[in-house]
Structures are given as C-alpha cells and as structure tokens.
C-alpha cells in the first residue's frame, strides 16, 4: 500500500531527483552523500523543507523533504511514493572503450535513451587499454536523474570480444553494428523470436572499426547473432551506439509510448 | 561522360575528403584553402603524388592527387569520377542554439545522420542571444568530410519561432518534438502525405523546454504541424533532436539502406 501523496505536495515531481542505494518506505530517513548534499544545499540552494525526489531502482520514485542540513550533510525524510517501480526493458550496449568524453557521452546518451547494461567490450582496433567505471557509474547516474528513468543501467564488467561468445546469455540475441556492411536494422528485428526473448545487445567497435576475422567467430558462436547496417553513411562509433538504440527503441521498444511524467517546468 | 578510375587507383576511396567549392571535371585543378593544405601537408604528413577524395555537393566525388606543395598551398590534380552525384534527401533539423558544444554536437551528429539543412531557431526559453555560423559551417563540413556524404547540409539563416510560419514551405511537414506530450513518431509519419512531400522538418526546443502558449500558433499556421513525442524518458535537447532524426531515418528514411562506400579502413 502507498500513501497519498499529502496535501501541498506540488502538481509535477519535484524538478531535482537523487539515486540512492537506501530502501524507500513510508517513514525512511536517508542521508545524502556529501557529494549530493553539497550540490542540495551549496549548488542548487536548497534549505530544511525544500523537496526533491528519490529513486534506488527498486522502490519507485519518492518525495521527500530536507530536514536537516548541515557541512556536507543533508538528511531527507521520505514523504509519499510519486510513481510504483516499473519494469524498464531496453536493450544492452556493448561499446569498445573510446576517448574519453566519447565514453561520457555514450554513457549518458544511452542511458537517456533506456539502455538497460553497458558493457565495456575490448577489441582488437580498441585505443584504449582500460576504463574508469566509476565515471562511467557516475555519468549513467547522472543521466537517469536528469531523464526521470526509475532504474540506473547496469555497469558489466569488461570484457575481451574473444571471451564475449562465451558468457552471452541464450535469451538476448547480439546485433554486431558494422559498417562495412550487413542487415537493415528493421529486417533483423522482423526475424527475432517474440516470445521468450528480451531486448538485444548492440555492440558497437573502436573508431578504428572491426579487425578483419573479429566478428566471423562471434557470429558462428553466438545463437542469435548477426551484423547490423545503420544505413549509407559511415557514422562515428558514438553516433552508431546511439543511431542502434533508437533505432531499436523506434521499431521494437518503447519509442512510441507517450512520456511517464510531465516535466515540473 | 565520367572516365574510369585509371589503374593503380586504390580499390577503396582515399580515407582522406575535402569538400571544396570548385567544379569538379576532367582535368580540373584545385587549389586547397591554407588550412586544408597545412591540414593535408601537416597534420596528415601527405606529400606530392599522395590522392585524396573531394567533393563538392553538385558533380559526385573525385579522386585527385597533389601536385603543388607549399607553405600553406597546396594544388590537387582531378583523376577520375568515383561516385556519380546522387540525391540525398533527409530531413531538415530547426534547432534552439544551446551551449556551444551541444551546438557542435548537433551540427556534427546531424550532418552524420543525414540532415540536409540546419536551421537555427530562437523561442522563448533560448539561453544563447545568437549563434556562430561559420563554426556551424565547419562543423558540418568536418563531419560531411567524415562521414562520406556527397553533399553538405545547408546552414540557413536564424529565425525568431514567431516567424517561422510565415516561411515555411508548403510541401513539407513540420514535427515540433514536445517532451510533454504528442503523438509517436512512428503514428505521426504513417499519417503523412507520400506524393509530392519532402522529407519534413524537426523542430527541437531549448534546454528549458517550450513556453506556455509558443507551440500552439505554430500548429494553427503550419499545415502538417503536428507535436510528437520520442517515448517515455525525457531527453536532452541535444539528444532529442539526434532521436528524432534516427528516428524518421529508420522509419521512413535511409536507415535501411545498405552503406554506399565501403570505408578505406
């Protein structure tokens, strides 16, 4: 059972949303990261009473109200769940680590765009030799606060393309983008089994494309696999992670369902 | 009558384009800006003999070779037609200037995507007072360059929302993207006229949203104006816009086609 949200509660979710790994109940009281709470009280300018919303992706979304303030400190009381927790099905980005702001803006754009995992994938082309998954934890965060989603992507662990074939679930089919050719998007998605399957993985390669030989095995190995055209231009490899989740949310996902809530403007 | 590649061409185009002004024809010579030879001569290490691609929006694209290297000059020889010039008709991008990255960013992705005209607007809620054009320009040359379009977008003139209107054209729809609410993409496009209707326009608003009240006399005025929605999340301006493109490509555009060139790789 939820609770009304009480009297005086303004007509639109409050414009500043947090994560937060605390359970959200009727009566919970959850202290702010120092982080958070200096952008609360010292960036934004919020004080005891002003209100935002919390999610943890398990619990809905919550409002809740500043009741103690403090040197980097801020303690929030929840006050009435806004929305019940939803299921939130979109499909997985595989991506090869590329420059570093390519990553934050993968990161971001995919989650605004209902990515559900991102999974650093290294290939052969791949310039870089490692990623910071706590910026890439931080960057999806931010992004599912500032696009109302429920839930934050999951961060895979990373993994060598050679070792991908080998720990890829039987019930998500892998659409390699390649540009160097391979199906439209529409025509592979009209072939996927409906029933008992969930929203796909995209993976997309380096700036420097495929290694010739790299995505052969893959497909033999993995049931499910194919390679994917996005169309007639050579697109960057941020621009085809993104051109392959909305092409996927558009003709398969959740493209055509209207927005969950209304921005408080 | 467009000659042959001569042999010794390579099997791939040139990785390296420029998108030049000149007539592109048999026996033609070009004379590259400074910044494209110091770019050519510099950057890129190329010296005489070396083949580069160009185009130039009207007459295909060509490869040439240099034949002229100087301080800042450098002069390139047509060799032979690659690609005979062919229609590129997406959809026009209108845009609230917004930080200046994100401008870059839209410049570039929607250039990659297949924009062909980038049309600043200016609404109610636009942060920024005006908008540099040349780097505009740039920016669609750069990623035209990148992406191997044969043509680059055109950069029309800012309008005030309250005069777009009075110039719109008749045979074109317009989309105004509206996170609060609109009809999905993908209803919206099968409702369009086929015959004698060019790929519409999509209008996307400022980081701060619509006002109150803006939209609506565009919708009365515009015939085929119509709000559409992208789905449930709420996203960026930039990212919206970058959605709404993809969108209609795969919908109703090119996202099906398979890629024209293969890259150099």
Redesign the interface.
């Known amino acids: 059972m939820c609770p009304m949200p009480p009297k005086g509660l303004p007509k639109y979710l409050p414009k500043t949303r947090l994560y937060v790994p605390d359970a959200l109940v009727t009566g919970a009281r959850v202290a702010a990261t120092p982080g958070q709470a200096r952008h609360l009280l010292k960036v934004l300018r919020l004080g005891i009473g002003d209100r935002v919303a919390l999610f943890n992706g398990r619990n809905g979304e919550w409002t809740a109200s500043i009741v103690e303030a403090g040197r980097d400190a801020c303690i929030l009381a929840l006050e009435a769940q806004l929305r019940p927790q939803q299921p939130e099905d979109g499909p997985w980005l595989l991506f090869a680590p590329i420059k570093k702001t390519g990553v934050d803006f993968i990161a971001e754009?995919a989650t605004?765009?209902?990515v559900t995992r991102l999974w650093p994938v290294f290939s052969a082309h791949t310039a870089a030799e490692r990623i910071n998954t706590d910026r890439l934890v931080a960057n999806a965060v931010a992004a599912a606060e500032?696009?109302?989603?429920l839930t934050v992507p999951e961060i895979a662990a990373p993994v060598h393309l050679t070792d991908l074939a080998g720990c890829w679930p039987a019930d998500r089919a892998l659409l390699i983008l390649d540009?160097?050719?391979g199906s439209?998007?529409?025509?592979v998605l009209s072939t996927l089994p409906v029933s008992n399957c969930k929203p796909p993985g995209l993976l997309v390669g380096p700036e420097g494309?495929w290694a010739p030989g790299e995505i052969g095995p893959l497909l033999k190995r993995v049931r499910g696999a194919c390679s994917v055209?996005?169309?007639?231009?050579?697109?960057?490899a941020e621009?085809a992670a993104?051109?392959g989740i909305?092409?996927w949310?558009?003709?398969a996902?959740?493209?055509?369902?209207?927005?969950?809530?209304?921005?408080p403007?």
Chains 1, 2 share one sequence.
Request: glycine share 18%; charged share 30%; proline share 9%.
């Open positions: 754009k605004e765009l209902g500032q696009c109302r989603r540009e160097r050719g439209p998007l529409a025509e494309g055209t996005l169309g007639p231009r050579i697109l960057r621009t993104l051109a909305v092409g949310q558009m003709l996902g959740d493209g055509s369902r209207p927005p969950t809530v209304r921005d403007g």
